[in-house]
């Protein structure tokens, strides 16, 4: 296997990860902001009133992209099978 070969897997690996990661990563942070940002105005400051919403938010996006992101990953796995000969050699 070259260098460029496994190189370019290992970027294809990682930009995935990222792609697929993102959605539930920006939902936490929306609801963390406007968790954060509720407490602030009402002064009320309770750790799960923080957790809860975050947790929520990112358990929903997750469902709600669960089927995109199984299309990607199995995407990808299927690339890395149909060039396993030529990441053999």
Known sequence: MSEALAVGILRQ???LAMLVSMPMLLAGL?????????????????NV?????????????????FPW???LMTGFATQIIRRLPEVIR
């Open 13 to 15: 690996a990682i930009e």
């Open 49 to 65: 009133l923080g957790f809860i919403p975050r947790a929520v938010a990112i358990f929903v996006v997750f469902a709600l992209t």
């Open 69 to 71: 992101m199984l299309r």
């Open 30 to 46: 929306v609801a963390g902001v406007a968790t954060s940002a509720f407490q602030t105005i009402t002064s009320i400051h309770d």
